[in-house]
Structure formats: structure tokens, C-alpha cells
């Protein structure tokens, strides 16, 4: 059979372009190693986050007293909160194929090899059968990056995210290596339930891409609830569970310069995985990632790819925005469909939340830097003159108030000095990452304040400190 598309990766990307074009028509067949869902689903995003709220149980109910909650005696079964999130995990995953089997699209399931290419025909071989495809999706993801330290191969010390959600113990003590995004989602993690933790960045800061001002605030609680963080550390080599590092950062001179944990955990980011794909030989890449245009389209014609494999945002909700623009085009839609990259909204679930959207004031800063040059910005009287930083406690919220008592919180608003439209939010304080999207609906938009001060929030919301702001 000669299926209209091929789609190698059943994650975000994959199983959205499978369910969008299979309801158009087309037939569609869809290749998946391991299960559905991909990484976020399986080893990602889900797993980490219904162990983050088992955790935040626990901590809520040790810290309830401020509440006038008086709880006794408690206790948390990590095997259990592992069990759960095993249960959580299968029922997404069968709600996937059950959609996908809804829609008539052929699931594959094992590794899928590129045999051959052609401009009009793709052939793809996966247990020993051959499948012809007239256009290639490529959904292969992303795999955990392993640096080149000395001493971190085959040592049974070492965990990556995926050996670390798979754990149904914990170690009295952890040393993570990487301050990103799932470095601190782990820190929070392994905090919260009594774990002793400390935090090796190489970079000057934590959660370098996201606005430095916010991400501050989470720094020093963190670091006043105990969590060690080194920043400007790096990992010289590891030997056993004992990890030799240098420094270059002047705060940090009293620290040693060996350190000793139970478990090292390496987060240090994720690299495209092009397994499968050495047939494609003519296939433009760059930085480790498939070269596409605005459409998703390779320069190979009738070959896409989408997610993380792309080098661009390696985000889940991007995958999927990716392959709904990407199937669009394919399918000839009118009008056709962008994405917005500069109005992805992001999420880092430390506790409190942080999510963002648009330029943080470093990115605005360069920009106009850059935009107006030494003499433009002489003439200004600095950069500082083309934007506004609008920006309050989220106590000014009344919800927030109510349910994040000794938090403070911060919501920071980015705007063009000129034209007075919104370039960025930055927020942190329970529970921001629900109510982002209005941010991003915003920059997406290319609302201004005028705009923005028109919109009706509901009260008492959180969600409401995006009108206080203004």
C-alpha cells in the first residue's frame, strides 16, 4: 500500500500530524519505537510533573500550619507516587492511540529505517516489511546529551532524567549537574521530599534563557531552603559517586572542589536523534538539527520535520504547533498557517512556578542595542529609553494572596516605549503557568497596554496581576 505520508515519531509532533492529516482523508502511517507520546508523555513532561504535585502534597501538608491546618505524622510512599505516575502515563498514552485508531491511521510499532529517497516516493522499512510513502515526516526527537567528562560512562552513579523518573527509591543525596529547566524541575522535586541537593551550573546563572530578575527570586529561596547552588562550576571529571570540579565564580571559593552524592544526576540538555535517517544523505542540517523552512519543509522536497529533531525550541507544545502548520501546508490549506516563535510560551515547575513569554529585558536590551547602534542610543540617552519595565509583587493579586501565604512573587511586563505594545512577560508565583497563555495570546497579538486594559479578568484570580501591571 502507498500511503500518502510517513510519519517516523509518534511524540507531540508525530501523533498531531498523524490524527490532523488522517481526519482529512489521507492515509497516513505512523512508525514509533517505543510508545506513543514520545518523550514528554513517557520519560518527559508528564512523568515529572505528577511526581513534582505528589511532592507538593507532601510539602503543602508539612506546611500547613500557616493555613491554621493542622496536620500529624506525615508521610509519603515515593514507590506509590511512582505507581501513580506509571497509571497517569499509560491511560494518555491508550487515549492517544485510541484517537489515532479513531481516525484509521496505521501504527507501526518499532524502529523505522529510510531505505530509499526520491522526490515523488519514500520507502521506509520497520520489522522486516517495506512501507511507500509519496511525503516523509520526520518526528525522531531528541535524546539526553552525555557530556564528555571523564568518569561519567558506565559509572553506576550516574542517572540521566530518564534513569531518575524510573527510581522507586530515593538518595539521601543528589548532585545535579545542569541548573536548565529540568535541572531545577529535579531540584524541586528531590527537595521538597527531604533529598539533599546540590546544583552545578557552568553557566554564570540558573535558568540562563529565562528573565534574570525572576529567576533571582527562585535562586535565593531556593538557596535559603537549603538547596546548594554552584554556579560558574564546572565538572572536571567524575570518579565514582565523587565529582571533582573548578570554579570561577568568587562566591563559591569556600566550596570544595570534590563533592560526593548517592546519585549524580546530568541534565545538561537533549540532542536531535537522527537514527534511521542515513539514507536521507542530502539532507541540509545544522547545529545537530534538521534545517526546515517557516512551513516545516526539509530541502529535500516532500520531506518534513517537526519537534525536537529541528534544533528549534525543543518544547512538546511547539512539536505539535509545528506539525499543524507543517500538515497544513502539506495539504494545501488556505490561508496558510505561522508560527509565532517569538510568543512561545515556556514553564519551569519549581515550586513557585515560573513561565514567561516573548523577550526577556536582556533579549530586549540587546535588541535595541543592536537596532539603534552607539550613536542612536547616545542620542536616546540609553537604551533604557525604548522600553518600559512594568512590574509588581503578585501580592497585589488577592487569590495570591489568599493561597501563597509568605510568597511575593513578581509579574514583569516588557513594553515598547513607542508604540506601547507588550514584548515580553516574565512571571513567578503559584499558579502562573495557568494563566500564560493570556501573556502569549497577547505578544501574539501585538497587543498594547491600551488593548491589554480592555480585557475583563476575572476576580479574584491570579491571572488578574496582568491587568494590575498595566
Excluded at 159 to 168: E, I, K, M
Excluded at 243 to 269: C, E, F, R, Y
Aim: glycine share 8%.
Amino acid at each position: 500500500m502507498r500511503y500518502f505520508l510517513a510519519i517516523i515519531g509518534g511524540g507531540p509532533a508525530g501523533y498531531t500530524a498523524a490524527e490532523k492529516a488522517s481526519k482529512a482523508g489521507k492515509e497516513v502511517v505512523l512508525f514509533e519505537q517505543n510508545a506513543l507520546g514520545g518523550t514528554c508523555l513517557n520519560v518527559g513532561c508528564i512523568p515529572t510533573k505528577s511526581l513534582l504535585y505528589g511532592a507538593k502534597q507532601y510539602y503543602n501538608a508539612t506546611h500547613a500550619q500557616k493555613y491554621g491546618v493542622t496536620a500529624e505524622n506525615v508521610a509519603f510512599d515515593y514507590a506509590a507516587m511512582q505507581k501513580r505516575k506509571t497509571i497517569v502515563v499509560r491511560k494518555l498514552v491508550a487515549g492517544i492511540k485510541q484517537r489515532l485508531q479513531n481516525e484509521h491511521c496505521t501504527l507501526v510499532s518499532g524502529a523505522a529505517t529510510v531505505l530509499s529517497y526520491q522526490p515523488t516516493a519514500i520507502s521506509i522499512q520497520c520489522n522486516g516489511e517495506t512501507y511507500e510513502a509519496e511525503n516523509l515526516m520526520i518526528c525522531t526527537g531528541s535524546t539526553n546529551f552525555v557530556p564528555p567528562i571523564p568518569g561519567i560512562k558506565d559509572n553506576p552513579h550516574v542517572w540521566d532524567s530518564t534513569d531518575a523518573l524510573a527510581a522507586t527509591e530515593l538518595p539521601g543525596k543528589i548532585i545535579i549537574v545542569g541548573g536548565g529547566v529540568i535541572g531545577m524541575e529535579f531540584a524541586t522535586l528531590y527537595h521538597e521530599l527531604g533529598v539533599e541537593v546540590t546544583v552545578i551550573e557552568a553557566m554564570p546563572t540558573i535558568l540562563p534563557n529565562l528573565d534574570q530578575e525572576v529567576v533571582s527570586i527562585l535562586k535565593e529561596k531556593y538557596q535559603k531552603a537549603g538547596v546548594k547552588i554552584l554556579t560558574s562550576t564546572k565538572v572536571e571529571r567524575l570518579e565514582g559517586n565523587e565529582v571533582m570540579v573548578s570554579q570561577s565564580n568568587p562566591n563559591n571559593l569556600n566550596t570544595p572542589s570534590t563533592l560526593s552524592a548517592d546519585k549524580i544526576l546530568v541534565s545538561v540538555g537533549r540532542r536531535a536523534n537522527m537514527q534511521g535517517l542515513e539514507a536521507l544523505t542530502d539532507l541540509e542540517m545544522h547545529r545537530g538539527g534538521i534545517v526546515v523552512d517557516e512551513f516545516m519543509k526539509t530541502n529535500l522536497p516532500n520531506v518534513y520535520a517537526c519537534g525536537d529533531v529541528t534544533g528549534k525550541i525543543m518544547l512538546a507544545h511547539v512539536a505539535s504547533r509545528q506539525a499543524e502548520v507543517c500538515v497544513g501546508r502539506m495539504l494545501r490549506q488556505i490561508p496558510l498557517q505561522r508560527i509565532a516563535y517569538n510568543a512561545v510560551p515556556s514553564v519551569v515547575y519549581t515550586n513557585p512556578e515560573i513561565a514567561s513569554v516573548g523577550l526577556t529585558e536582556e533579549q530586549v536590551r540587546a535588541f535595541y542595542t543592536e537596532m539603534e547602534g552607539p550613536a542612536g542610543l547616545e542620542k536616546a540617552g540609553g537604551v533604557e529609553t525604548f522600553y518600559e519595565v512594568r512590574k509588581l509583587p503578585m501580592t497585589f493579586s488577592g487569590r495570591f494572596m489568599a493561597e501563597n501565604d509568605g510568597e511575593t512573587g513578581l509579574c514583569k511586563m516588557l513594553v515598547d516605549s513607542k508604540n506601547k505594545t507588550v514584548l515580553g512577560v516574565h512571571m513567578i508565583g503559584n499558579p502562573c503557568s495557568e494563566f500564560v497563555a493570556a501573556a502569549s495570546f497577547a505578544v501574539r497579538m501585538g497587543y498594547t497596554v491600551s488593548e491589554m486594559e480592555q480585557v475583563i479578568f476575572p476576580h479574584p484570580t491570579v491571572s488578574e496581576i496582568l491587568h494590575e501591571v498595566l
